[in-house]
C-alpha cells in the first residue's frame, strides 16, 4: 500500500472550467486517483483557487468588480464544474477565504523567510516603472508596448506572438494599460533564487517526468534562463512580502501553496506534512498540470525546494499538452468551447460519457483534437453495446469483494495493478473496460461476476455507472437511463460553442 497527495494545478478564477482544462490536469487526477485507490493506496486530493495570479486583475477591471469578487464568484463556480464532472477533491483552497486567507499569506511568508535566512536566496535589482500619477507599479498586466524579439504589440514578461521574455525595462515603447500618467522609472530590488548545481538539477528532471519530451522541454529552459526563479515583485495583488521591502508582494507561488495543500492533507488524514523535510517519506507528492504551466509546476518546485530550507520537491510531475475543439485551441475570450456548466444542465448526455470519451483520446505529449461528430459516434455504439448487454435477461447482482474481482482479472492478465502512476493511461483502463463488456463468455457463464467486474474496470473512468452497475438502480444523471435512445446533433447544440468564421 502506498499513500499518494495528488495536486492538480491551481486553476485561475478568471473564468470558469471547459472540457479543455477538464481533459487535462483534473480528469486524468482524478482517474489516477480512483484506479490507485482500487489497488488498494490511499490517496487524497487537493485543490484550490490561483487567486493571486497576476492576470486576474484585468478582467476584474473590465467586468467593473473587485479581483476579490470575481475570484469569489469563479472559484465557486470552478469548485461546482468539478463536482459535477465527478471529479472528488478531498479539500478546496480558497486563498482569498475565511479558512485559507490568514494561514495561506502566513505560510508563503514563512518559506520565504526560510530562504532569506538560510541563504539560499539572493536580491536582484532592476529597473521598474511606475505611473506618475498613481504610484502603480506597471509590471505584469499593466505594462503593454512592443516586443523586444519581434517588435510586434506586447505586454507583461512574455510575447504571446513570439514566446520572448522579457524585463519591463526591455520592452519597446512601454506604458500602462491605464491612463495614468508618464512612467517614472526606479531601481528596486526583489528576491529571486537560483539552482546551483544544474547537472544535478537536470538528473532530478528526469525522476520527475517520465516524458523525455518535456524533461527537454525543461531542460532547454533551464539553460537558456539560468534556472533563474522570481520569489517577490513589486506590485498590489498578492500575498503581502512582511519579510522585508524588497519586493512588495510573493510571486511564482505554485510550489508554496502546494505546501500549504500538504498542510490541508495533514489535517485531514493525521499524517505528516509530505512536502516539508523531515516527514517520514512515505507520502508519494504527484503534480499535474498542463505544459503551459510546465515552469510553474515542473521547474520553480524543482529549484525552490532545493533553496527553502525544510521544504522537499515534488515526487513526480504528470504534463499534458492541450485539447482542441474542432482544430482550434479551446478559447474562453474567442467562446470557443464546451463549458462544463453546460454539460451539467444538459440531459442528453450523461458527464460520465464525456470523461470516456475524453479517456479515449489519450492526452499527454500531443495534442488532440476533440471532434464532435466522434463523440456522438463514440457515445451511441457504448450505448448500445452496454445497453444489449445488461438488458439480455434479468442479471442477479451478487456483492463481489474487490480484492476478489482484482485477483480474478490479475489471473487472467487484465492490468489492474500499476508500479508507477504514469503506467496509469486512461485510454488503457478503457481499453481494458471495453474487452470486458464484450467478453461474452463470462457474462453468459457467471453474469454477476461479469457485472460486479465491469463496475470495477469502469470505475475510474465512470463512476456514476460503476454506481449504477453495482447497484442496479439507474440513475437520473448515469448512462443506463440513457442508453434506449440515440444522441443526435441537435442534443449538443447548446454546449458546443465554435467560433464564428469571419
Ligand atoms: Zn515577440
Known amino acids: 500500500m502506498t499513500r499518494y497527495l495528488l495536486l492538480p494545478m491551481q486553476p485561475t478564477p478568471n473564468g470558469t472550467l471547459h472540457l479543455g482544462h477538464i481533459a487535462g490536469p483534473y480528469l486524468r487526477a482524478d482517474i489516477l486517483a480512483r484506479a490507485l485507490r482500487r489497488q488498494g493506496d490511499e490517496v487524497s486530493v487537493i485543490c484550490g483557487a490561483d487567486v493571486y495570479e497576476n492576470w486576474i486583475q484585468l478582467p476584474a477591471l473590465r467586468s467593473n468588480v473587485s479581483p476579490e469578487t470575481l475570484c469569489r464568484n469563479n472559484g465557486n463556480a470552478i469548485h461546482e464544474d468539478l463536482r459535477s464532472m465527478g471529479i472528488g477533491v478531498e479539500s478546496w483552497i480558497d486563498p482569498l477565504g475565511e479558512v485559507d486567507s490568514g494561514a495561506y499569506a502566513a505560510l508563503h511568508n514563512e518559506l520565504l523567510d526560510r530562504g532569506v535566512r538560510g541563504g539560499g536566496l539572493f536580491l536582484k535589482s532592476e529597473r521598474i516603472p511606475y505611473a506618475e500619477n498613481t504610484g502603480r507599479a506597471v509590471t505584469g498586466v499593466w505594462l503593454l508596448g512592443r516586443c523586444p524579439g519581434c517588435g510586434l504589440p506586447a505586454g507583461g514578461n512574455c510575447c504571446e506572438n513570439c514566446g520572448f521574455h522579457y524585463q519591463p525595462d526591455q520592452i519597446l515603447d512601454p506604458r500602462s494599460r491605464l491612463d495614468e500618467g508618464r512612467l517614472i522609472w526606479r531601481e528596486e530590488r526583489s528576491w529571486f533564487a537560483r539552482a546551483d548545481d544544474p547537472a544535478r538539477i537536470e538528473s532530478r528532471l528526469s525522476r520527475l517526468t517520465g516524458s523525455p519530451v518535456f524533461r527537454d522541454l525543461a531542460i532547454r529552459y533551464l539553460r537558456s534562463t539560468g534556472a533563474e526563479v522570481r520569489l517577490t515583485a513589486p506590485g498590489d495583488w498578492g500575498v503581502a512580502n512582511r519579510i522585508d ?33 523531515g516527514a517520514d517519506r512515505d507520502t508519494q507528492v504527484v503534480a499535474l498540470a498542463g505544459v503551459d504551466n510546465l515552469v510553474a509546476a515542473l521547474i520553480t518546485p524543482l529549484v525552490l525546494s532545493g533553496c527553502l530550507p525544510g521544504t522537499r520537491g515534488f515526487d513526480r510531475v504528470i504534463l499534458n499538452r492541450f485539447l482542441l475543439l474542432d482544430g482550434a485551441k479551446f478559447s474562453t475570450s474567442r467562446r470557443h468551447g464546451i463549458w462544463v456548466s453546460d454539460v451539467a444542465a444538459n440531459k442528453a448526455i450523461s458527464t460520465d460519457e464525456l470523461r470516456l470519451f475524453l479517456s479515449s483520446l489519450s492526452l499527454g505529449e500531443d495534442e488532440v483534437n476533440f471532434d464532435v461528430a466522434a463523440l456522438i459516434q463514440f457515445v451511441n455504439w457504448h450505448r448500445r453495446r452496454l445497453g444489449s448487454r445488461i438488458a439480455e435477461g434479468e442479471m442477479e447482482i451478487r456483492d463481489i469483494p474487490a480484492g476478489a474481482i482484482l485477483q480474478m482479472l490479475k489471473g487472467r492478465g487484465i492490468p489492474v495493478q500499476y508500479a508507477a502512476v504514469e503506467d496509469i493511461r486512461p485510454d488503457a483502463l478503457l481499453a481494458a473496460y471495453l474487452a470486458w463488456l464484450s467478453n461474452d463468455d463470462v457474462r453468459r457463464s457467471d ?20 454506481a449504477e452497475l453495482r447497484s442496479g438502480r439507474k440513475g437520473e444523471e448515469g448512462i443506463l437511463i440513457r442508453a434506449g435512445r440515440d444522441l443526435v446533433d441537435a442534443d449538443l447544440r447548446s454546449i458546443v460553442h465554435l467560433q464564428q468564421e469571419n
Do not use: D, I, M, S
Open 245 to 277: 521591502g524588497n519586493g512588495a508582494v510573493v510571486c511564482n507561488t505554485f510550489f508554496a501553496y502546494c505546501v500549504y495543500c500538504g498542510e490541508h492533507f495533514a489535517r485531514l488524514t493525521g499524517r505528516p506534512n509530505p512536502l516539508r523535510e
Open 447 to 466: 453474469p454477476a461476476l461479469w457485472r460486479a467486474a465491469l463496475a470495477f474496470l469502469v470505475e475510474p473512468l465512470a463512476p456514476l455507472l460503476a
